[in-house]
């Protein structure tokens, strides 16, 4: 997915506070401990506010359902994950388990629904943080290497991506907040959810198919979180 996260104008300190609080939402459970009311997709900001939980809890179901989106298939005895996760250092469950923590903060940093950061993630890069976009864009939300990601090392640094190689959460802390600052700044600016998906593709608020795609994979996530038997269902 090439997204072109053209980086919005800055907004009154007094519009954001006034409408920021609308957008966190953490959209389930530990799943394993309580039960949830799975909800229909939200088209807004208001929709996304439904369900709120504490932090802690939505990471670890984000957690077990990005472990189910990068398995290709399981038994009692063996998982396999698709290739970019299971040959990551420390195995595919450290990455997940970093992956999942850094959602967590920079959605709770900027007011937003983790499981609609993680959706992005997924949709844009398979949760490759090594995926490359046609025009340079990088890391697990696609930086554009002339917005959203101009100030970010790991967008502008070949020297430096080969370092995070070795790391197991590939330094991708600073591209997930600055995907999840861009994605606010969006929501903020467009109103709804899905015309902010819209902006944070290509620029312009509007609803489009790739606002519809998040949206299908951020409740596939859910899904996926409450799931309690073997998942093959694998990134695409």
């Not at 490759?128 to 090392?153: D, K, T, Y």
């Not at 600055?178 to 959810?193: E, P």
Request: hydrophobic content about 35%; some cysteine; glycine content about 8%.
């Amino acid at each position: 997915m090439t997204a072109y996260h053209a980086a919005p104008g800055e907004h009154g300190s007094r519009r954001w506070k006034s409408r920021r609080g609308l957008f966190y939402a953490t959209a389930t459970s530990a799943l394993a401990l309580v039960s949830v009311v799975m909800p229909t997709p939200p088209s807004s900001a208001q929709e996304i506010e439904q369900n709120s939980i504490e932090p802690d809890a939505s990471v670890i179901a984000l957690e077990r359902a990005l472990d189910r989106r990068m398995t290709v298939w399981r038994t009692e005895r063996r998982v396999v994950y698709v290739r970019h996760c299971r040959t990551a250092r420390g195995g595919c469950p450290s990455r997940v388990n970093a992956f999942a923590r850094m959602i967590g903060d920079a959605s709770k940093e900027h007011t937003i629904d983790p499981f609609l950061l993680a959706a992005v993630a997924v949709r844009e890069s398979g949760m490759n943080p090594l995926a490359a976009g046609a025009i340079g864009e990088r890391g697990i939300v696609q930086l554009h290497p002339r917005g959203a990601g101009a100030r970010i090392r790991f967008v502008q640094s070949e020297a430096y991506r080969r370092y995070c190689e070795r790391q197991p959460g590939v330094c991708q802390d600073e591209v997930l907040e600055a995907g999840a600052r861009l994605l606010a700044r969006s929501i903020n600016r467009c109103g709804t959810v899905r015309d902010a998906l819209g902006a944070y593709n290509r620029g312009e608020c509007g609803e489009t198919d790739y606002s519809n795609r998040v949206m299908s994979e951020r409740q596939h996530l859910l899904r996926l979180a409450k799931s309690e038997g073997p998942e093959l269902d694998t990134v695409n």
